[in-house]
């Protein structure tokens, strides 16, 4: 399932751990899934909050980036369909 802006960080957290494994399984779809879950952390999770027991608990965005962009370059370097976008023929000028 794809997150969205209705998805909870719950879901988010759930979508990044499902698709964390994207090189081990060499799936590309995992990994943009797993960016799109890195960007969606970035920016639902507190800098800090603070902890069960008071203290405070950090959570990177630094790691979370890091993360992300390692994803990106996997993808790039991954991805043989480049070029493989929608091609529209056209029978103009065909004849009969």
């Not at 960007?39 to 630094?62: D, E, F, I």
């Not at 979370?64 to 790039?76: H, K, Y």
Request: hydrophobic letters at 40%; aromatic letters at 6%.
């Amino acid at each position: 399932m794809a997150i969205n802006g209705a998805s909870t960080l719950a879901d988010i957290k759930g979508q990044y751990l499902d698709n964390v494994d994207y090189e081990e399984t060499a799936s590309l779809s995992k990994a943009r899934l797993f960016v799109s879950a890195c960007r969606a952390l970035l920016l639902k999770l507190p800098a800090n909050t603070a902890g069960a027991r008071g203290g405070a608990v950090a959570m990177s965005p630094g790691l979370i980036r890091d993360e992300m962009n390692q994803a990106r370059a996997w993808i790039s370097a991954n991805n043989t369909n480049r070029n493989s976008g929608v091609k529209h023929l056209s029978l103009e000028g065909f004849r009969r």
